[in-house]
């Protein structure tokens, strides 16, 4: 690249102008930038809505009782979104998917067994 104060042609790795110390990256053309899915759209799968609603409801299935019809929630999208992510390469979101199901399952589904022998041991020991 040539400096755009002396003209000297620089490396175009150079950050300054070897010559007259001009920093030459603030006159680089910027790169295109990709736009939506090339960038976010591959982190936050925002065309699969199934997955990214699996993942929250996933997370917060965490909560005791509550996360119990979440994770059934996060369960049922998780696996809508897998079938979302199978036939739709484009939208993404297997994996915020799977973390739903995962979650769903570990968290909420699993919590209903718990609360029963819980309720159970309490039944018993009463
Ligand atoms: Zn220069």
């Known amino acids: 690249m040539y400096c755009p104060k002396c003209g000297t042609e620089n490396h175009d790795n150079n950050y300054q102008c070897t010559q007259c110390s001009e920093i030459l990256h603030a006159a680089a053309p910027t790169p295109m930038v990709a736009t939506g899915d090339g960038t976010l759209g591959g ?3 925002y065309k699969n809505g199934p997955a990214l609603t699996a993942y929250y ?3 917060f299935s965490l909560i005791p009782l509550l996360g119990i019809p979440l994770g ?9 979104g897998l079938r979302m992510a199978r036939d739709h390469p484009e939208v993404k979101g297997k994996v915020h998917a799977w973390i739903g ?12 067994p718990a609360i029963v022998a819980w309720v159970a041991y309490l039944g018993l020991k009463g």
């Open 72 to 80: 059934i929630g996060a369960l049922i999208l998780g696996i809508k």
């Open 43 to 45: 982190l936050i799968p």
């Open 57 to 59: 409801l996933g997370v």
């Open 101 to 112: 199901v995962v979650a769903g399952v570990l968290f909420g589904v699993l919590q209903l």
